[in-house]
């Protein structure tokens, strides 16, 4: 059975499984398209490539009409985990007979993070949704039911970016406006607070947020002049204090749920764009309440369309489960001649060393990775043992110089350089950095979102990182994003070249070559 299925709205995506594999997902936001961009022509020509022929099943995510998830229902809708809720029947694609599919948004954040998990079917578990405006848990038994266990918290992840907007003096006085990267930024800030118990202003600033429903299109920003973080700086001391403590009470809410609420000893599986917090992945992980945690690389919006996918494939054949890898994305093009460069066969020693050198490399392999981190096929590479490499890094990226960059190191020295006790390929925990040496690569809280690479996952990358601990002792290396800023990765010859002009590094590698610059 061919499943080909469409997650409307922002972070849009177009995915397909064939016979309980998954064959694709593109996302609209690569190839350098705006981050968290609508799907547009070019991801329907990108996926229509990779497609053989029309598919049996055309599934749907539901969605709404426009920005907000209280807006009128499209297809099956925003709410809801229930079959009951579950949209089938025949309809004329491209000339042919398919059977259409959808449901609800809710309900493709739980099926992806089942569907990708490593748990088997009839394995019961528990689920976490927990995105920008559901926060639940859910219990999901031997026959993949899912069943609400009482609502936790609405909009937390509305609620927390929400924080940001009130302290920056840049965010204008509107109901109904967000920014999708605030949350991303107000996490790299909460390292910085003291995590000391709240004042009586701060207190009163999180108990109005946390109670607070509907709070974007209800509060405007100047309603919240009484706080003494209005405008106060996102960089200031106040703020950063904040935002740990913050980030401290809403874990808590849904700590304090799950121990009142949940049988300890299953494993939970975390879904939804707050599952890119590492620093509650890493609390879940550490409580003691779960026999195990996944999150699937693709726990935000990015991963809708496959849930979707996965929902469609259960539905129909009683499969909940596909076998994916997570480099499912786009191959990269090379549309361009590349006039000013210099090519030359990929020489892994030869790298390493430049590496070791000081330099900064564009990194490109395969096919994109699926989901919003980059994990070694679209990166930029460095060394990571001075925090001036990490300053660099944010400078060419256009970034704050408090965000952090990550490190990729090799899954046998985990161990040696974090305190980590299992593999993490998909760089979404925080472990305590061991090893002093490491400085580009350690957040100011002593923690770095590190990601693992073994043989088997990352063959050429695995390479580069041997070859580079043979000259420095250390297999790890600083990995953040290829792409401009404001972008999805960069995904064609011609985009990288305009990178690397614009960056001031002076080589990249696509595949098994190396482009330099002339002269």
């Known amino acids: 059975m061919d499943i080909l299925s469409f997650k409307p709205g922002h972070d849009g995506q177009v995915a397909a499984v ?7 997902s593109v996302e609209a936001e690569k190839d350098s398209f705006p981050r968290y961009e609508y799907v547009t022509p070019t991801t329907l020509m990108n996926a229509a490539e990779r497609l053989e022929c029309i598919p049996d099943v055309v599934a749907v995510s539901g969605w709404v009409k426009g920005w907000h998830s209280v807006e009128r229902p499209c297809e099956a809708g925003y709410f809801g985990a229930g079959a009951e809720l579950i949209r089938s029947e025949e309809r004329n694609f491209m000339g042919k007979r398919v059977r259409y599919f959808s449901s609800s948004h809710e309900r493709s954040h739980l099926m992806c993070a089942y569907g990708l998990s490593p748990f088997p079917q009839f394995e019961p578990c528990y689920v976490l949704v927990w995105e920008g405006n559901i926060g639940d ?9 899912f069943s609400p266990l009482g609502h936790v918290l609405t909009d937390p992840g509305n609620k927390y970016s929400y924080l940001f907007t009130i302290a920056d003096p840049s965010f204008p006085n509107l109901k109904g406006h967000f920014r999708f990267g605030d949350a991303g930024k107000l996490m790299a ?32 920003k100047a309603e919240l002049k009484w706080s003494h973080l209005y405008d106060c700086g996102v960089e200031s001391e106040a703020f950063k204090n904040m935002a740990g403590k913050f980030s401290n009470a809403i874990f808590d809410r849904f700590y304090q749920f799950a121990r009142q609420h949940i049988r300890p000893g299953l494993p939970l599986l975390i879904a939804g764009g707050c599952g890119l917090n590492c620093e509650w992945n890493s609390k879940w992980r550490d409580c003691g309440l779960f026999s195990d945690v996944f999150v699937p690389p ?4 990015s991963g809708s369309a496959v ?17 994916w890898d997570v480099y499912a994305g786009q191959e990269f093009e090379c549309d361009f001649a590349s006039h000013g460069f210099d090519l030359s066969p990929l020489d892994i020693d030869q790298i390493a060393g430049e590496l070791a050198d000081g330099a900064v490399v564009g990194w490109v392999q395969g096919r994109c990775e699926m989901g919003p981190r ?5 990166s930029l590479l460095a060394a990571p043992f001075h925090s001036s490499m990490r300053d660099r890094l944010n400078h060419i990226k256009g970034r704050e110089n408090y965000r952090p960059v990550a490190p990729v190191c090799l899954e046998e020295d985990l161990d040696v350089h974090f305190e980590c006790g299992r593999p993490d390929p998909y760089m979404l925990f925080f472990n305590n950095v061991r090893n002093g040496a490491l400085g580009a690569v350690t957040h100011v809280d002593g ?17 580069l990182l041997r070859a580079f601990k043979r000259l420095t002792g250390y297999g790890v290396l600083c990995n953040t994003s290829l792409n401009f800023k404001g972008r999805g990765f960069i995904n064609r010859l011609s985009d990288l070249c305009e990178f690397t002009h614009g960056s001031g590094i ?14």
């Not at 003291?194 to 299109?217: H, N, T, V």
């Open 447 to 463: 923690s770095a979102r590190v990601q693992s690479v073994n043989e088997k996952q990352n063959p050429r990358l695995y390479s």
């Open 18 to 24: 064939r016979n309980s594999s998954l064959l694709f």
């Open 506 to 519: 002076n080589f990249f590698v696509v595949q098994d070559r190396v482009y330099r610059r002339d002269g």
């Open 307 to 323: 849930g979707t996918a996965i929902d469609a494939q259960w539905y129909y054949t009683g499969n909940a489960k596909i076998e």
């Open 137 to 145: 848990f859910y219990y999901c038994d031997e026959r993949v039911n």
């Open 374 to 378: 980059a994990l070694g096929n679209r």
């Open 298 to 301: 693709c726990t935000n919006d």
């Open 189 to 220: 800030l909460a390292a910085f607070s003291d995590r000391s118990p709240m004042s009586e202003s701060e207190q009163a600033l999180s108990d109005y947020l946390l109670a607070k429903d509907g709070i974007l299109l209800s509060t405007a």
